[in-house]
């Protein structure tokens, strides 16, 4: 599998066929060094400025484990762009929406926006599909990954499985997450995205993917932007938050945590 270099805002059919083919593509240089820098500042800024909101009981906010000592670990932002003008401007580049419009053959609405900072010893994510079958959930779902830090296998990279995601669901369709086992794809055939400030990373939400903890000293910091097509519910974006926080209280009230709020 060939990675692209990026320099203009549409793709060809040859790419537009991989992805089909692949569930994922990688596109080299889409942002300038100096945009990637400017998006690096914000995140910095983002953990000073808004301290106040990194609280277990903000549905906004999400914690990892170490994966060595067990520490709880503040991970996420989610959702971010209301916080962050310079990720909203990213979710929104004409460069990210016009390579989407070719992959869909329509125009792309944004669904879900996050700022992953896995820091160091943050354990990854299990082996997964993102799409859940809530009422409603865009089965056209697809991620943009827009990497802060260089992405590598030592900082705990996504790691993607070829060619699965043509199968569609590979577990129940009930609206609950699964963990899917390892027998489930070819590992053999796995991608780490290795990416650099600057690039972008496209999959889709059939695409089984995960990632391993990060062993290198320093966070692996990360945008995740997820479109659904406009066919496919139109802008939604707002609706799926309150699915999504409905979603969160019954796992918290199922532990006994009621006091949850949204800042």
Known sequence: MTLETMNLQCLTAEQVERYRRDGFLILRSVFSPAEAAELSVEADGLLERHRGLIDKKNLRCRFQSHHASGESLFETFDPVI??????????????????????????????????????????????????????????????????????????GCTEVFPGHHLAGPLTPEDGQFHELPVDAVDVSKSVKLELAPGDIAIFGGFTPHRSAPNGSPNPRRQLYLSYNAFSDGGGQRERHYLDFHAYLRRKYRDRGVTDLHFH
Do not use: M
């Open 82 to 155: 209301d916080i962050a003008p310079v990720c909203q401007r990213i979710a929104h580049d004409v460069r990210i929406l016009d390579v989407l419009a070719d992959l869909y053959g329509e125009p792309a609405c944004l669904f879900k926006d996050k700022l992953i900072f896995k820091p160091p010893g943050a354990q990854g994510y299990v082996l997964h599909q993102d799409f859940i079958a809530w009422d409603g959930f865009p089965r056209s779902f697809v991620t943009v990954l827009v990497p802060i830090d260089a992405a590598d296998a030592e900082n």
